[in-house]
């Protein structure tokens, strides 16, 4: 049924405009505008009207497509009467180009074809279900030397936009194109890829979001690269001290030399003349101190340090220059706790001078020499804490044999066991005293049976007592012991010191014709002062005593039936052992 649009064939391509005016219009420069012009017929003089297969006579008007081959012209639509013609929504380009070329707007360009992507080959590649054309070269199938397409003639934009397709009347469009085409405008500035929006092919820019990730690869390369080299820089200044050679500022070398009563200047004066004893026994063996009294070799220690080498041991001294020798024993004294030993064939000795105890006062400087624990050569150093403190030391025998009783000096400088035996000295580096017992915390031993150390309680013998028994051993072997001939109460609890009613074997407790006998002492008396001194026991009336040197004369002061009374006595003298 005629609903009054063109029956004829639809069109199914479009040329592109010629830019070469002046040259003559042939047979491929033939271009449909609408359904209501067909397109021109070819000449007969065209190679391709007739063929000698009777496929078309040269008289048929026929048309060129696109692809090179020809086909049979359209026959030209009927015409519609003028009364229902409606006119152009513009005027006729003079050019005919599409889409502004005639008929009107009821026949619009079908769409463009879209340009395939280049690889970066350089080889088009096709789009799905596009046909190839041939390349411009050689023939067109029917003998023709092919030519390329002229290019598209370019026309300045039209300031009012076409009317839309789907408002204008004409004939029906052409085949729809595949939904992979974006509308393109050829004299548009672009604003899209041509192609479908797709991973990128050929040598199409990137997208910028691999652009930031690359600079970001390569920032965060850069930073671990910097990194590590920061690192490395930073561990070798911490190894080897920096880049360069690190030379710290230090004080120049000295002569040495110290002040006389320095400590320093004490222990460099009185080192040479302390020695360290090493004592080996059957039994047992030892560590002491000691120091030179003469430079006949005496050495003057205490009765502890060489009691293990018994009669047949062996004792060793070690000088301060790291000398050894070996040494005999000359004398000892349990009730002191002194000795005497002496090395011989030692030449260059150094005796150690000796001071006076009875000067020292309370509160004066005092350094202690010794090797405590087998460390030779050891100074300590300290005050002096109190005088005349009465301690006794031994008596591990039991027998009381072994005791010792001591007037001594006490001094805080730290003295420790391999201490007994050497010397406290003063601020002129002169013996004042023999070091020679500790106040523990325990016992006096620890509990693994190993020697407690120093808690700053240590008892030094005072020299004036040391110098008169270390004269006696060397002289005679054996030292005497003053005595006033009575037999004491060691069980008595009172304050002072008692005197027995018998002696140990049954025998009177005041010796007859000793000097408490001929003082006029009697047994029962509390003896409570002497020489002024106050008494408080048994053993403190010993070693207030033993300060003295027998023939010496005492002043006691006793009490009798409650009564104070005052004598006077020479002491008398006693063998020690």
Known sequence: MDDGKPSGPKTKWWSRPSTERSRPAGPEDAVPTAAAEPPAPVPASDPAAGTADGDHTPADPVVRTADGDYMPAPPAPAAEPPAHRTQPLHAPDEYSTPPYGGPGPWAPAPPVQRPAPTPAQGTPVPAPGTHVPPPYSGTDGHGVAATPPPPPHTVPQQPTAPP????????????????????????????????????GQGTEARPRG?????????????????????????????????????????????????????????????????????????????????????????????????????????????????????????????????????????????????????????????????????????VTSGIISAKQRPITAGGEKGDGSDVSYVDALQTDAPINPGNSGGPLVDAEARAIGINSAIRAADSGSAADGSQSGSIGLGFAIPINQGKRVAEELINTGKATHPVIGVTLDMEFTGDGAKVGGEGADGTAAVTEGGPADKAGIRSGDIITEVEGRRVHSGEELIIKIRAHRPGDRLGLVLTRGGKDLSVTLTLGSASGT
């Open 210 to 378: 691999g652009r930031r990730g690359s600079f970001l690869l390569g920032a965060v390369l850069l930073a671990l690269v910097a990194g590590g080299i920061g690192g490395g820089i930073g561990s070798y200044v911490e190894r080897n001290g920096g880049l360069t050679t690190v030379e710290l500022p230090q004080a120049d070398r000295d002569n040495g030399g110290r002040a006389p009563d320095s400590v320093a200047g004490i222990a460099a004066s009185a080192l040479p003349g302390v020695v360290t004893l090493r004592v080996n026994g059957t039994a047992e063996s030892g560590t002491g101190t000691g120091f030179v009294l003469d430079d006949k070799g005496h050495i003057l220690t205490n009765n502890h340090v060489v009691a293990p080498a018994g009669s047949t041991g062996e004792i060793t001294v070690t000088f301060s220059s790291g000398e050894s020798v070996p040494a005999e024993l000359v004398g000892k004294d349990s009730g002191y706790d002194l000795a005497v030993v002496k090395v011989n064939g030692v030449s260059g000795l150094k005796p150690l001078p000796l001071g006076n105890s009875d000067n020292v006062q309370v509160g004066d400087p005092v350094v202690a020499i010794g090797a405590p624990f087998d460390l030779s050569n050891t």
């Open 164 to 199: 839309p397709a789907q408002a204008a009347p004409g004939p029906q469009q052409g085949p729809q194109q595949p939904s992979q085409w974006l509308r393109y405008d050829p004299w548009g500035v672009p604003q899209q890829p041509l192609s479908h929006p797709g991973p």
